[in-house]
């Protein structure tokens, strides 16, 4: 039998957190009943409403636990952090449920979520020193644990002292090799060597010295990194703007722990839950006018309604595209003449493009093209908000370091359809795309959504 790796035996930790947290979650409305009205179940006294609103307070616990990294799987060995998250996220969830009370009216009884809010959060906290016990007793017999082992770039002689400041941070004993890096070489090479030997030494975990002649942009050339399949855990000592919303702080000050990018955690399926509500909604109420564009597009032009092509998808997976006809039905096959081959930096190619049809140029203005691509985010291949989808001979021209874009689905909206549209440079649009993967939140999507509405209605940055 095969020892199990400290970052597997991590990650069955952290799924007996989240089951404990959903099991209390669910039960401590019963409980908040038996205290208030000396039942377990009142639905007699209940209507739908209330019914509902006791499902929505247990949706925002989950919802504020996921928020708060309360689900982290690098924050387990914190004795600080198992505690901190549970009770931040009692707060969220009782701010948000006070507003939801507050706009709508509702006559729900203060006593019983006082009783439901402080029975969630003993009920957690106990559950919670439950697992830590048996975590600590876990690690102590460390030698069932398979050695993990990091590959440290760094100076040769501030190796040591490096080990030794990471050891206070961790609790099994890690098997550490050394790489330096040839200054003389470019970020890029640098970020590529680096790559190759993870994968030879198939590493659980990487740290970085700044001052080790690793600049902060040779990490921007590494995110790509955590795509190695045996990669679990990044470390650097140093900060970057851009990864500020995934550091978290660990012993020795300096240093901090590069944790997952959120749309790779749980808190990823609160955003598909948000797709499917919105894009079936918006398949049903424009389906009368998916008719009349239909028909439209068939009289004022030769060809099919619909253009399907293919475009990368999450991963580097293709997928089929599909948007209301906006071109002549020769439209691919013309392509080079009309604006050259790969990307397009100048707008003014756009405008000038003799491809597309007057009626294309109004559906390509208030954006009305891109609404089927609902479909697509109803089925999964894309999502509301995210990367720009790209066509395949675009590809090449993604550099290295824009490569961890590819861990969203792309968006029917993102921050480079409220930014320009098509007037946003190449290179704007990939930084752009790497803001939004780094920092995504839930209430980051709601605010891009809605600033897509306005944008499209005003028609700015359209081709």
Not at 101 to 113: K, L, M
Not at 171 to 179: A, D, L, T
Not at 369 to 383: I, N, R
Request: glycine share 4%.
């Amino acid at each position: 039998m095969k020892p199990e790796t400290y970052a597997s035996f991590l990650s069955k930790t952290r799924r007996r957190v989240v089951g404990f947290d959903v099991l209390v979650i669910a039960l401590s409305p019963l409980f908040a009943n038996l205290i208030k009205w000396q039942s377990v179940f009142t639905l007699e006294n209940r209507n739908v409403r209330d019914s509902l609103t006791i499902l929505l307070l247990c949706l925002l616990w989950c919802f504020s636990l996921s928020q708060s990294n309360a689900w982290d799987a690098a924050g387990l060995d914190n004795r600080f952090d198992i505690y901190r998250a549970p009770l931040l996220a009692a707060g969220k969830a009782l701010l948000i449920f006070s507003t939801y009370s507050y706009i709508f009216r509702t006559a729900f009884s203060r006593e019983w979520v006082l009783v439901q809010i402080v029975t969630t959060i003993v009920a957690i906290i106990i559950s919670r020193t439950l697992i830590n016990y048996y975590f600590q007793k876990s690690i102590t017999k460390s030698s069932k644990f398979k050695p993990i082992t990091y590959l440290v770039v760094s100076a040769v002689h501030e190796f040591q002292s490096l080990c030794d400041e990471f050891l206070l941070s961790h609790r099994i004993k890690p098997e550490f090799v050394h790489m330096e890096l040839d200054t003389t070489m470019s970020d890029e090479t640098k970020g590529l060597n680096i790559y190759r030997k993870l994968v030879e030494m198939q590493a659980e975990g990487l740290i970085l010295m700044s001052k080790a002649s690793v600049a902060d942009n040779i990490l921007r050339s590494v995110q790509h990194l955590r795509q190695p399949k045996n990669l679990k855990e990044v470390v650097y000592v140093s900060q970057l703007e851009l990864l500020n919303e995934r550091m978290r702080p660990m012993v020795p000050r300096n240093w901090f722990r590069l944790g997952r990018p959120r749309l790779l955690d749980s808190q990823r399926l609160i955003k598909r839950a948000l797709d499917i509500t919105i894009s079936f909604i918006a398949l049903v109420l424009l389906a009368p006018f998916f008719i009349i564009i239909a028909l439209l597009i068939k009289l004022t032009s030769k060809g099919p309604v619909f253009y399907i092509s293919e475009r990368v998808g999450r991963f580097n997976k293709p997928f089929r595209f599909i948007k209301f006809r906006t071109m002549i039905a020769t439209a691919d096959q013309e392509r080079k003449t009309a604006i050259g081959a790969g990307v397009v930096e100048n707008l003014t190619d756009y405008h000038s493009d003799y491809r597309i049809t007057k009626f294309g140029k109004f559906l390509r203005r208030f954006s009305i093209d891109e609404t089927p691509q609902f479909l697509h985010v109803l089925y999964g291949s894309m999502s509301l908000v995210g990367p720009r989808p790209i066509l395949f001979e675009e590809l090449s021209d993604v550099p290295n370091d824009a490569s961890i874009r590819f861990i969203a689905k792309p968006g029917l909206t993102g921050i480079w359809q409220v930014n320009g549209r098509k007037s946003t440079l190449w290179d704007q649009r990939m930084r752009q795309d790497l803001l939004y993967v780094e920092t995504w939140t839930f209430l980051g999507d709601i605010k891009l959504i809605i600033k897509t509405f306005f944008t499209v209605l005003k028609g700015h940055g359209a081709a």
